[in-house]
């Protein structure tokens, strides 16, 4: 018996007059918003120039999104190509599709450029646009609860997620942009969920290890993306939407969430080791 089952939006999508106005878009809007904003305080509290927040928010957002999008259509490509298959939908970002592995990857590479021909450190802003990120994408993840995607199999817990059957004005299938009829076509797992509360849990991990621990710079925003990647590791796997396998039939997503991990963990041990080497070396000198 499912004790808690979450209903999933009536719709996604609303007409004003001939503007659809998109819940997905509207969610990662609203992250970024809230990460710009947190990011420009951390920052400024940490010795920066908060209008730099500005300069690095309008290089990151277009980058991030144009990574995003094509490490989508290139994890995904058969759904823009081949037989009977529209191309033109790779420019189609409304309708949902993007990876965030390509989003972090180029928008902090805009970033770094940003930064590099500024001549500013670049350490300092990455711890405070560490903790951010995750809630960034915590938010954003509610755009997949609109669009009734990325769930996992039937769920046998106490909890569950409800898919609708949604319809376009003329009655016919529209998962995204119709309207539900009220009918239940699956409970499942709501993988989305998951997500959301592991970001939330790793920004509360940054915060703990800023403040406690002494981490900072490049090695908090390195401590994000090993606290990301291996909860997406294991929710990863609960997913049962349509992906591109690789080794037989794992998904593409958790070998990348492996290998990034085990990426970052091994960069952020370097670094915790040649810190502790130039403070040791410093202890020397002052004695």
Same mark, same amino acid.
């Given at each position: 018996?499912?004790?808690?089952?979450?209903?999933?939006?009536?719709?996604?999508?609303?007409?004003?007059?001939?503007?659809?106005?998109?819940?997905?878009?509207?969610?990662?809007?609203?992250?970024?918003?809230?990460?710009?904003?947190?990011?420009?305080?951390?920052?400024?509290?940490?010795?920066?120039?908060?209008?730099?927040?500005?300069?690095?928010?309008?290089?990151?957002?277009?980058?991030?999104?144009?990574?995003?999008?094509?490490?989508?259509?290139?994890?995904?490509?058969?759904?823009?190509?081949?037989?009977?298959?529209?191309?033109?939908?790779?420019?189609?970002?409304?309708n949902g599709g993007l990876g965030i592995w390509g989003g972090v990857?180029?928008?902090?590479?805009?970033?770094?450029?940003?930064?590099?021909?500024? !001549?500013?450190?670049? *350490?300092?802003?990455? /711890?405070? %646009?560490? =903790? +951010?990120?995750?809630?960034?994408?915590?938010?954003?993840? &509610?755009?997949?609860?609109?669009?009734?995607?990325?769930?996992?199999?039937?769920?046998?817990?106490?909890?569950?997620?409800?898919?609708?059957?949604?319809?376009?004005?003329?009655?016919?299938?529209?998962?995204?942009? !119709?309207?539900?009829? *009220?009918?239940?076509? /699956?409970? %499942?797992? =709501? +993988?989305?969920?998951?997500?959301?509360?592991?970001?939330? &849990?790793?920004?509360?991990?940054?915060?703990?290890?800023?403040?406690?621990?002494?981490?900072?710079?490049?090695?908090?925003?390195?401590?994000?993306?090993?606290?990301?990647?291996?909860?997406?590791?294991?929710?990863?796997?609960?997913?049962?939407?349509?992906?591109?396998?690789?080794?037989?039939?794992?998904?593409?997503?958790?070998?990348?969430?492996?290998?990034?991990?085990?990426?970052?963990?091994?960069?952020?041990?370097?670094?915790?080791?040649?810190?502790?080497?130039?403070?040791?070396?410093?202890?020397?000198?002052?004695?």
């Amino acid at each position: 018996m499912i004790a808690a089952a979450i209903p999933s939006p009536p719709q996604g999508v609303w007409d004003l007059g001939p503007i659809p106005i998109r819940a997905y878009a509207l969610c990662i809007l609203t992250g970024v918003i809230v990460a710009y904003f947190w990011t420009r305080r951390r920052y400024a509290k940490l010795g920066g120039d908060p209008e730099v927040t500005v300069d690095a928010l309008l290089v990151a957002v277009p980058a991030g999104i144009i990574g995003a999008r094509i490490y989508h259509v290139i994890t995904d490509h058969d759904k823009y190509f081949g037989e009977g298959k529209d191309p033109t939908q790779v420019f189609n970002i409304t309708n949902g599709g993007l990876g965030i592995w390509g989003g972090v990857v180029l928008g902090s590479l805009a970033v770094w450029l940003l930064f590099k021909a500024k !001549g500013l450190p670049l *350490g300092t802003f990455a /711890a405070a %646009v560490a =903790p +951010t990120v995750p809630l960034a994408q915590a938010i954003g993840r &509610l755009g997949n609860w609109f669009n009734q995607e990325l769930y996992g199999g039937p769920s046998d817990a106490p909890w569950a997620l409800e898919i609708y059957r949604r319809v376009d004005e003329n009655g016919y299938s529209a998962p995204i942009t !119709g309207h539900s009829t *009220g009918e239940v076509l /699956a409970t %499942v797992q =709501p +993988t989305f969920l998951y997500e959301l509360i592991w970001n939330l &849990l790793v920004v509360v991990l940054l915060l703990v290890a800023e403040r406690y621990w002494r981490v900072g710079g490049g090695r908090l925003f390195t401590l994000y993306v090993m606290g990301y990647t291996f909860g997406r590791f294991f929710i990863e796997n609960i997913r049962t939407d349509a992906a591109t396998t690789v080794f037989g039939d794992v998904r593409i997503n958790v070998v990348v969430s492996a290998v990034v991990f085990l990426a970052a963990t091994a960069l952020f041990v370097w670094w915790t080791v040649q810190q502790r080497k130039t403070k040791g070396v410093t202890k020397e000198e002052t004695k």
